[in-house]
Structures are given as C-alpha cells and as structure tokens.
C-alpha cells in the first residue's frame, strides 16, 4: 500500500523559508514521477513542482527562483524548499506521486499542468499547511 505524508508547514512571514518533506512507504519515489501541488481555500489545485527519475525538475513559474525540488534517494524523501515566502503562497501543500514515469522537464511541466490533478494523478498524501502573512 502506498502512502505519502507531508510534513514541514508552517506560519511564517513575508519572505521567510520552509522545507517541505514527503515520506513514502509502498514505492520508490525516484522511480516515478513525482512532485508538490498546492490549493489554496475556493481555488483549484495548482501544480508547483516535479521532478522525473532522473533529476530533471520542472517549476511552475508563480515559483520559479524561489522553490526548489529535490529528492534524498537513500532515505526516499521528495523535499520542498521554499524561500522568500508570499502570502500567495499560502495554501495546502500536496505530495504527488504517478505511475507514469515521466521524462524531461517538458513531459513533468504538462503534468504540473493537468486540468484535474485529484482525478489523474494515483497517489496523493493528505497535504501539509502553509500560511504566509504580510
């Protein structure tokens, strides 16, 4: 059975950091594509960062230069850093898992960009809070 828990959220101010951390059980991470999407209240799910097999990342660009996505392959984490915080950042945090293995930062990029998310990705964890106040 696969499980993913995030962990790493927060309250913090304008331009403060946090690092997200997505544990999983069940699978390999670096064997599929994976990655970050976050929903704030009254908006739809938004994809924010994913990476494939190979290192390659993609970045949404409401985040690009700010958020970094990585991977820890001997402890099978997928990290979030998040720097200089927004309060359009605020939202619920979520890991992300696809059996579909993706390659290329073109191919992750489309598929930060699902319409659905919730309906075409396999595996999700139950989100992690990040609140970024003025």
């Known amino acids: 059975q696969v499980q993913l828990a995030e962990s790493g959220g927060g309250s913090v101010q304008s331009g403060g950091s946090l690092r997200l951390s997505c544990t999983a059980s069940g699978l390999t991470i670096d064997d599929y594509t994976t990655g970050w999407f976050r929903q704030a209240p009254g908006k739809k799910r938004e994809g924010v960062a994913a990476i494939d097999s190979n290192g390659r990342a993609a970045i949404a660009n409401s985040v690009r230069g700010r958020f970094t996505i990585s991977v820890d392959d001997a402890e099978n984490i997928l990290y979030l850093q998040m720097k200089n915080l927004k309060p359009e950042d605020s939202a619920m945090y979520y890991c992300?898992?696809?059996?579909?293995?993706?390659?290329?930062?073109?191919?992750?990029?489309?598929?930060?960009?699902?319409?659905?998310?919730?309906?075409?990705?396999?595996?999700w964890g139950q989100g992690t809070q990040v609140t970024v106040s003025a």
């Open positions: 992300a898992e696809d059996y579909s293995r993706l390659e290329g930062e073109r191919n992750i990029r489309g598929w930060l960009l699902l319409h659905s998310p919730e309906v075409m990705i396999d595996n």
